[in-house]
């Protein structure tokens, strides 16, 4: 995110409420974020890491989820 949208971010839902992925920097919602072991993502000297849910299908090779349509 740029800076600006950084700042409205952390203005609309607080500090404690945003993470930043540890792998592409953007700027997330906690609750959106994954968290994972650092070995995971290459930063072995890390316990755990916040990533954002594109970095997270990327290092996990998944597909997003479509939701199922009722009949």
């Known amino acids: ?3 600006e949208q950084v700042i409205l971010h952390r203005e609309l839902y607080g500090e ?15 609750e959106s974020a994954h968290l994972v ?3 995971e993502v290459g ?4 316990e755990y890491l916040y990533i ?8 996990h090779k998944a597909e997003p989820v ?6």
């Open 52 to 59: 954002c849910d594109a970095c997270y299908r990327d290092l």
């Open 1 to 3: 995110m740029e800076e």
């Open 16 to 30: 404690e409420e945003t993470v930043t992925c540890a792998l592409c920097e953007q700027v997330v919602s906690r």
């Open 43 to 46: 930063v072995p000297d890390a």
């Open 37 to 39: 072991p650092g070995a």
């Open 66 to 71: 479509e939701p199922e349509i009722p009949r």
